[in-house]
């Protein structure tokens, strides 16, 4: 009798004495009018196994998924949210087995961007900081591997769910690599993509509680355009555009948890949980455009871990909405205690939380950058156009020797550059409040570094500006808006990484550079635009003259930090 031949239908056996040798795999060979779309001749799908029995087991689920990519890339369909669920988990479990069998290697396995040099709580706070932002590029080899496979045409609107779900799959695989190292046992989530049915509770996840409709309130969010019309009807009390959005990004968010409820149906108890809730919101959530529009489980979705939301985030959220209900029980729309009263968390001491001085290393890290110390005077000081790079050359240098404030710097107008008395001086009149609204006397490293002659040449192309490259932008116009960002990114780009460090912390060297001085606290307060306390502020409100002032902002100094380059 003749033996029966094996079905080896589509079955292939890699040879050789790597480790997939001997292992079968399916291949199919793709339609040739689908071989230009799909970028192959076939398509092959590891079956992990050298059984034969097993591969022929395997086989007919592999094939159906291949005839399901053929159909799809006839049909130029994309991927619904229950297959980006699918291709995420697929891929956090691959990577968590890879992570079983060689902890070792576990950076490189988890994310291809080895070669910057982060690894573990580095790494994991990088892809948490990319998904808070909506930056999705470092899992676009990945989402091409997902497409590919599958066949499909994505919107853009699905590019970014299925590269959020990737992201989030590489983030947990990370997490769970490292409660592995600390010797505990990973606790995956159940779901990945925020836009799936969570497969125990057969519901999408979400934060929202239930809350009974019962009340004769009308709903937070109608109740809330009430109050905010009456905050924002008499122009002279009126809040600032940007106050304005953030109460209202507090009660947009706190509408969505509480589903909306009746104004006179909220507690305390839903005051609180609200709160607990967006605690788990990374810090920089609101800072992505995409996130304005999002729900709050959205929201969540993308912010898997810390660095959370700060207490005084909180707090501020809590004072928003402690506002509005406040509102209500005036205009009779609610009675009872404020469900926000009394939610303020602990901040701790201002010292710990607040921005420090840069240290002179760092100081001199700054200003030696080649953005500084690579540009000539000519081009510092007359520059043929204006841009941020312009901007960036002088106004962190002002603050450094003034104390002023950045937005009062990127505000400032040629017509405010002045002299009298012999004394060339800065008229600060866009200011915070009515302290700030001060004359600062042009320090002489600012002088020597040419800052007059370039005002001069600006006022010559007949800008209005001093700084005519800043743009205006974010709710209000204001001009220091982009320069924020911009000097966020310069002070990186220095090796300036340090926490609690930033632009304000300039004015911190100033204020600390007078202390060590020995100057008076009332005198350094008229320079910085601080109130100067009762007894200055009532019986000598005139404070000093200018020739005075000068005298202060000439004892600015920094031991150790050198300009030297900015002579030639």
């Not at 003749?2 to 079905?7: A, L, N, S």
């Not at 989530?189 to 019962?214: F, G, K, M």
């Not at 205006?472 to 000097?487: H, I, M, S, T, V």
Request: charged share 30%.
């Amino acid at each position: 009798m003749f033996e029966t031949m094996p079905d080896t239908r589509h079955l292939k056996r890699r040879t050789g004495a790597r480790r997939s040798g001997q292992r079968w795999y399916v291949q199919v060979a793709v339609p040739k009018e689908l071989q230009a779309k799909l970028g192959r001749k076939t398509i092959e799908r590891a079956l992990k196994t050298p059984d034969l029995r097993e591969a022929q087991r395997q086989r007919w689920a592999v094939l159906a998924e291949i005839e399901e990519t053929f159909k799809r890339a006839r049909e130029e369909r994309g991927l619904n949210s229950v297959e980006i669920e699918a291709a995420a988990q697929r891929r956090m479990r691959e990577t968590l087995e890879a992570i079983r069998r060689d902890p070792g290697n576990l950076f490189e396995r988890v994310s291809d961007e080895v070669d910057h040099g982060l690894i573990g709580e580095g790494l994991l706070g990088d892809m948490q900081y990319d998904l808070a932002e909506g930056d999705y590029s470092r899992m676009e080899k990945a989402a091409d591997v997902v497409t590919s496979r599958a066949g499909a045409s994505l919107s853009d609107e699905q590019q970014d769910e299925l590269g959020q779900a990737l992201l989030r799959a590489d983030i947990e695989a990370l997490r769970a690599a490292l409660a592995l190292h600390g010797g505990e046992e990973p606790n995956p989530p159940r779901v990945l993509n925020a836009r799936a049915i969570d497969p125990v509770t057969l519901e999408r996840p979400s934060p929202s509680r239930v809350i009974p409709r019962h009340g004769e309130a009308p709903p937070i969010s109608e109740a809330a355009e009430r109050y905010f019309a009456d905050q924002v009807r008499d122009p002279s009390a009126r809040w600032t555009r940007q106050t304005e959005m953030q109460y209202r990004a507090s009660v947009r968010l706190f509408a969505d948890y509480a589903q909306d409820a009746p104004l006179d149906a909220v507690t305390r108890e839903e005051a609180a949980g609200f709160l607990s809730t967006i605690g788990r919101l990374h810090r920089n959530y609101g800072r992505s455009k995409k996130a304005r529009g999002l729900r709050l489980d959205e929201l969540l979705a993308r912010s898997p871990g810390p660095p959370h939301l700060s207490n005084a985030t909180l707090n501020r959220h809590s004072r928003a909405l402690h506002g509005l209900f406040r509102w209500a029980a005036k205009v009779g729309l609610r009675e009872g205690e404020n469900p926000f009263a009394g939610q303020q968390r602990p901040t701790g001491r201002q010292s710990r939380t607040g921005w420090e001085p840069f240290t002179v290393e760092e100081l001199n890290a700054l200003f030696r950058h080649p953005l500084l110390a690579g540009t000539s005077r000519e081009e510092r000081v007359h520059p043929g156009r204006h841009s941020m790079r312009t901007a960036l050359r002088w106004v962190p240098l002002v603050a450094l020797f003034s104390g002023m404030r950045q937005g009062e710097i990127c505000e400032l107008a040629v017509g405010d550059v002045r002299e009298e008395e012999g004394v060339a001086f800065l008229d600060v009149t866009a200011a915070k409040s009515e302290a700030g609204v001060r004359r600062v006397p042009v320090h002489p490293q600012l002088v020597r570094a040419g800052f007059l002659d370039y005002v001069e040449h600006v006022r010559g192309q007949r800008h209005e500006h001093v700084f005519p490259g800043l743009k205006p932008g974010g709710p209000d116009g204001k001009r220091n808006w982009y320069f924020a960002k911009a000097f966020t990114t310069y002070r990186r780009a220095c090796g300036v990484m340090r926490e609690r460090v930033g632009f304000h912390s300039l004015r911190k060297n100033v204020v600390q550079a007078l202390e060590r001085a020995r100057l008076h606290q009332s005198e350094v307060a008229q320079l910085v635009g601080h109130e100067r306390g009762f007894t200055f502020s009532v019986y000598s409100p005139l404070g000093l003259d200018l020739k005075g002032l000068r005298q202060v902002v000439e004892r600015i100094s920094y031991e150790g930090f050198s300009l030297k380059h900015f002579d030639r």
